[in-house]
Structure formats: structure tokens, C-alpha cells
T-cell receptor, first 113, second 117 residues
Framework: GENVEQHPSTLSVQEGDSAVIKCTYSDSASNYFPWYKQELGKGPQLIIDIRSNVGEKKDQRIAVTLNKTAKHFSLHITETQPEDSAVYFCAAIRRGGGNKLTFGTGTQLKVEL | DAMVIQNPRYQVTQFGKPVTLSCSQTLNHNVMYWYQQKSSQAPKLLFHYYDKDFNNEADTPDNFQSRRPNTSFCFLDIRSPGLGDAAMYLC????????????????FGPGTRLTVL
């Protein structure tokens, strides 16, 4: 089955700096890659996603890049703010896999003042 | 504004006492999912419904059951909660059928934190 690895497990940045979280997946049949932000005590919130026919997608301060050949995708947050502090999960869905999300292990992002 | 609603947000039960968690959605999505999330871990899928078709994950314990009386509502029943069942339970929805080979975004509710005493 699909396996998604996520790094780093914790990331601390200064406010205003950029943050990058990287994920790799194993199944070349995966074609949809969402990113979720989860604040303490809350449910995961979709922040951006990308499909396999696209290499990059941007939404204001957040961007995601996908390299299908290398089977990795990354989340980029620019001009980080304290409210960006949360756990971020990458995930992959395999085409024909019953819309089942395979999550990465999560990254705890801390934005320090 | 809330699209996936879970009640209650916090639930305390006693060891072995049955408990039911509820989820409702205003998105009119066909698919509803239940996940279990333990501290510092990713969510783990327990089962999902496409419409009224129930799909259990192979490693979901028999202690966990689910009901979906209509499109909007889905319930998670834990028949005899053990200490190891203390976790955050997340409901999610997606628009279309997993069986058609499409990939659709899953939207999560706020979760119910279950404590077992």
C-alpha cells in the first residue's frame, strides 16, 4: 500500500521567515495530495491541495510543489505568523484506492516572535 | 457556517459503558468517514459510508460500530470502551463515490475528545 513520509517532525522558525515541510510517497498511482493544518484540540483543516497533473499551486502565503518523478511534494509557507503555529499533515490518495487518505506523520510548526 | 458538525465536543464515559458520538453535515456529501486520532499521531480511518453502503477497515475492532440513518447524519458507537479507546474522534465527508476511482477532498469536523475513566 501507499506510504507517506514527512519531514521534519518539528520545525521552529522566526516570525516572518519561510517554512518548508517535505513529504515523499511510495505509490506512483497516487494522484491527489492535500495538506491539512491542525490546531490543538481541533479537527484538521484543508489548507491547500494539488493534483498530479499540476507541478505547483499557490494561495497567498502558501504554496505546494509536486515532483512526480521523485515522488515528493512540499509545503511552503512564506512570511510566517504566530497563527501559523500548528501541526501540519501531508497526505496522498491513490487513484482507484477508494478515496482513502494516507497521512504523513505530521510536522509541529512553531513560529516564534 | 459550520459544514461538518460533531457533538459533543467532549465526552467522558466509564470503562465498559457504551457511548455514541454524532456527526452531521450540511454539504450533502455522499461519503462520511470516521477516524480515530491519538495524541501526536495522524488520524486513523475506522470506516466510511458511501451513501448507505458501509465499508469497514480490516483492522477496526468489533467494538466500534457505525450507523447512518440519512445523508446528513452519521453515528459512531463504541460498545464497551476501554482505556485504549480514549482519543479524538474525527468525522469527515467527501462529495463523491470512492468506488468510481475519483479522488475527492475530505473535509473534517472539529472532533470529539473521548475520555474513558
Amino acid at each position: 500500500g501507499e506510504n507517506v513520509e514527512q519531514h521534519p517532525s518539528t520545525l521552529s522558525v522566526q516570525e516572518g521567515d519561510s517554512a518548508v515541510i517535505k513529504c515523499t510517497y511510495s505509490d506512483s498511482a497516487s494522484n491527489y495530495f492535500p495538506w491539512y493544518k491542525q490546531e490543538l484540540g481541533k479537527g484538521p483543516q484543508l489548507i491547500i491541495d494539488i493534483r498530479s497533473n499540476v507541478g505547483e499551486k499557490k494561495d497567498q502565503r502558501i504554496a505546494v510543489t509536486l515532483n512526480k518523478t521523485a515522488k515528493h511534494f512540499s509545503l511552503h509557507i512564506t512570511e510566517t505568523q504566530p497563527e501559523d503555529s500548528a501541526v501540519y499533515f501531508c497526505a496522498a490518495i491513490r487513484r482507484g484506492g477508494g478515496n482513502k487518505l494516507t497521512f504523513g506523520t505530521g510536522t509541529q510548526l512553531k513560529v516564534e516572535l | 457556517d459550520a459544514m461538518v458538525i460533531q457533538n459533543p465536543r467532549y465526552q467522558v464515559t466509564q470503562f465498559g459503558k457504551p457511548v455514541t458520538l454524532s456527526c452531521s453535515q450540511t454539504l450533502n456529501h455522499n461519503v462520511m468517514y470516521w477516524y480515530q486520532q491519538k495524541s501526536s499521531q495522524a488520524p486513523k480511518l475506522l470506516f466510511h459510508y458511501y451513501d448507505k453502503d458501509f465499508n469497514n477497515e480490516a483492522d477496526t475492532p468489533d467494538n466500534f460500530q457505525s450507523r447512518r440513518p440519512n445523508t446528513s447524519f452519521c453515528f459512531l458507537d463504541i460498545r464497551s470502551p476501554g482505556l485504549g479507546d480514549a482519543a479524538m474522534y474525527l468525522c469527515a465527508t467527501s462529495r463523491d463515490s470512492p468506488g468510481q476511482g475519483r479522488t475527492d477532498t475530505q473535509y473534517f469536523g472539529p472532533g470529539t475528545r473521548l475520555t474513558v475513566l
